[in-house]
């Protein structure tokens, strides 16, 4: 735990998590990010899986969201190791948060995996005349992996093993 | 009377009942709002140019209200288990404000100034601007509701 101590005991963090506003404003952020771009990734995986978007190709989708995913995804990053590092006696030990890492982490994997063989690979896919299993795989993945993502995010608060 | 009781019933005394409305409350208004947004986003020639507004908005319309009908539902679960810490709460009502007007807004101007042929870029512009920010407003409500007592 003294890792996690000298973490929150950083001036700002512990300035930044005592404060009545910035916090809340900072998870509202988290959140709005979420909203956002929550809606890209549910569409693009929606593309993919050809289930909407006909007229647009996959390369519009993936290529036309990109830039908005990466600066969403950068503000949510921000935004949520802030709020982690400001608790951090309080998330160390807790389950969820961790699980929550590790579906961080696994969506770093699938991007690794999926990357090079369906999202840089989108003009491939629009003249396959049927979506190729791999990129159905994909999709079905991210949208697994982004639901387990918020769900533990919202059971972070529920654990009830930190007594501080 | 009675079916509020059940509701609350089921979520106070089910350890797991009231996390999983608020999941489905985030998943809800993720694809709900999200899916505005991405219509918003075109108003604003910000994305998926090759496409139309009124395109979008025939494409994510149906995600939009199936989205919105679970945030609606789960969200309206998660006021009757506890009615009272809801009522007294500063917040809170101003978020149903906003929510109302979001709705209104969302399926009378935005919708109408989405679905046109060819729409002045400003009037695209500020209308989509202000759904933006109603929609997020309704968001910073929610956690606000959480935290301002």
Redesign the interface.
């Known amino acids: 735990m003294n890792i996690a101590h000298s973490i929150q005991s950083i001036d700002f963090l512990t300035a930044f998590s005592e404060s009545?506003l910035a916090?809340?404003?900072v998870?509202?952020t988290h959140?709005?990010c979420?909203?956002?771009?929550?809606?890209?990734?549910?569409?693009t995986n929606?593309r993919l899986l050809g289930l909407?978007?006909k007229?647009?190709?996959i390369t519009?989708?993936v290529t036309?969201?990109r830039p908005?995913k990466r600066a969403g995804g950068t503000v949510m990053i921000a935004t949520g190791m802030l709020l982690a590092a400001s608790e951090a006696e309080k998330y160390a030990p807790n389950p969820y948060f961790w699980t929550k890492m590790i579906v961080l982490g696994l969506i770093g994997v699938h991007a690794l995996i999926f990357r090079p063989i369906v999202y840089n690979q989108t003009e491939e896919l629009d003249r396959s005349p049927t979506i190729p299993t791999r990129a159905r795989v994909a999709a079905l993945l991210s949208l697994a992996l982004w639901?387990a993502m918020?769900?533990m995010?919202?059971?972070i608060a529920?654990w009830e093993g930190y007594e501080g | 009377m009675l079916l509020q009781n059940a509701i609350a019933d089921a979520l106070n005394n089910t350890e797991w009942a009231f996390?999983l409305a608020?999941?489905i409350h985030?998943?809800g208004?993720?694809?709900g709002?999200?899916?505005?947004?991405?219509v918003d986003?075109r108003m604003l020639n910000?994305?998926?140019?090759?496409?139309t507004a009124a395109?979008?908005l025939r494409?994510?319309e149906p995600?939009t209200l199936i989205a919105l009908v679970f945030v609606l539902f789960s969200g309206a679960a998660l006021f009757l288990s506890q009615t009272n810490i809801y009522l007294m709460n500063l917040i809170f009502p101003l978020k149903m404000y906003v929510l109302l007007a979001a709705l209104i807004y969302n399926f009378t101007v935005h919708r109408k100034v989405a679905a046109m042929e060819n729409p002045p870029p400003v009037l695209s512009k500020v209308v989509a601007i202000v759904s933006l920010l109603l929609?997020?407003s309704v968001?910073?409500g929610?956690?606000?509701t959480?935290?301002?007592e």
């Open positions: 009545v916090y809340p404003i998870l509202s959140l709005t979420i909203a956002l771009f929550g809606g890209m990734i549910l569409m929606l909407t978007f007229s647009l190709t519009e989708m036309g969201f908005w639901i918020f769900t995010g919202r059971l529920y | 996390p608020e999941c985030i998943g208004f993720a694809v709002i999200g899916s505005i947004a991405l986003f910000l994305g998926l140019r090759h496409e395109r979008i494409y994510t995600w929609w997020v968001v910073f929610g956690i606000f959480g935290f301002l």
